[in-house]
C-alpha cells in the first residue's frame, strides 16, 4: 500500500524566514510527485509534478525537488500570503490514483 | 469562470436524507474525481471515472454512488446521509498526465 508522510504536521515562520517542509514516500514504481496548496475552505491549487529522483521545479518562493525516499518544499523569504496548508500526493505503479499526505499547515507571520 | 464547478457549495441535511452533489467541467478532461476531505485524515478518494463509461470504486466508496452523465458532469450521491458523511467533498478532474484540478468543495453537514 502507497504511503505518504508529511513533516512537520504545522510550522509557524516569520517573514522571510526561510524553511523546508518534507514529504516521505513509501510505493512500489513512483510514476510522479504532485505538491499542492490549500487556502481555508478552498479546493487544493496544483504546484508542481516531479517525476524522477534528482529534479526540481520552481515557482516564485517555491522549489521543490525529489529523491528516491522524499521529496522537499523549500520555501524562501516566505511572505504572510504564503499560509496555507501544502499537500503532496504520489501515483505509483499501474494505478493512476493519488495518495495524499495530511498535509502541512503553513502560517507566515509579519 | 471556475474551470471546476461543484453545487451545493454548502448543504446541511438530516439524517437519513438523500443528498446528491454535482460536479460540472470546462476543462475538457476525460477523467473525473470525487474525494472527501476530514480534519486530521486528509483527502480521501471515494469514486473516479477515467471516461463515460468507466465507473471506478476509491478507498470509502460504501455509503456512496455516482453517475457520469457526460464528459463534463460527475455526480456523487449519498443514499441515506449518516452523521459520519460530515465532510468537505472535492470533485476533481485530470488529463493523461494526471494534474489533478480541484473544484471549490462541498461542504455537507449531515445533523
Known amino acids: 500500500e502507497d504511503q505518504v508522510t508529511q513533516s512537520p504536521e504545522a510550522l509557524r515562520l516569520q517573514e522571510g524566514e526561510s524553511s523546508s517542509l518534507n514529504c516521505s514516500y513509501t510505493?512500489?514504481?513512483?510514476?510522479?510527485l504532485f505538491w499542492y496548496r490549500q487556502d481555508p475552505g478552498k479546493g487544493p491549487e496544483f504546484l508542481f509534478t516531479?517525476?524522477?529522483a534528482g529534479e526540481e521545479k520552481e515557482k516564485e518562493r517555491l522549489k521543490a525537488t525529489l529523491t528516491k525516499k522524499e521529496s522537499f518544499l523549500h520555501i524562501t523569504a516566505p511572505k504572510p500570503e504564503d499560509s496555507a496548508t501544502y499537500l503532496c500526493?504520489?501515483?505509483?505503479?499501474?494505478?493512476?490514483?493519488?495518495?495524499f499526505g495530511k498535509g502541512t499547515l503553513l502560517t507566515v507571520n509579519p | 469562470d471556475a474551470d471546476v464547478t461543484q453545487t451545493p457549495r454548502n448543504r446541511i441535511t438530516k439524517t437519513g436524507k438523500r443528498i446528491m452533489l454535482e460536479c460540472s467541467q470546462t476543462?475538457?478532461?476525460?477523467?473525473m474525481y470525487w474525494y472527501r476531505q476530514d480534519p486530521g485524515l486528509g483527502l480521501r478518494l471515494i469514486y473516479y471515472?477515467?471516461?463515460?463509461?468507466?465507473?471506478n470504486k476509491g478507498e470509502i466508496s460504501d455509503g456512496y454512488s455516482v453517475s457520469r452523465q457526460a464528459q463534463a458532469k460527475f455526480s456523487l450521491s449519498l443514499e441515506s446521509a449518516i452523521p459520519n458523511q460530515t465532510a468537505l467533498y472535492f470533485c476533481?478532474?485530470?488529463?493523461?498526465?494526471?494534474?489533478?484540478?480541484f473544484g471549490p468543495g462541498t461542504r455537507l453537514t449531515v445533523l
Open positions: 476533481a478532474t485530470s488529463d493523461f498526465y494526471n494534474e489533478q484540478f
Open positions: 510505493v512500489s514504481g513512483l510514476r510522479g
Open positions: 516531479l517525476y524522477s
Open positions: 500526493a504520489v501515483q505509483a505503479g499501474s494505478n493512476y490514483k493519488l495518495t
Open positions: 476543462k475538457g478532461h476525460d477523467r
Open positions: 471515472s477515467f471516461d463515460v463509461k468507466d465507473i
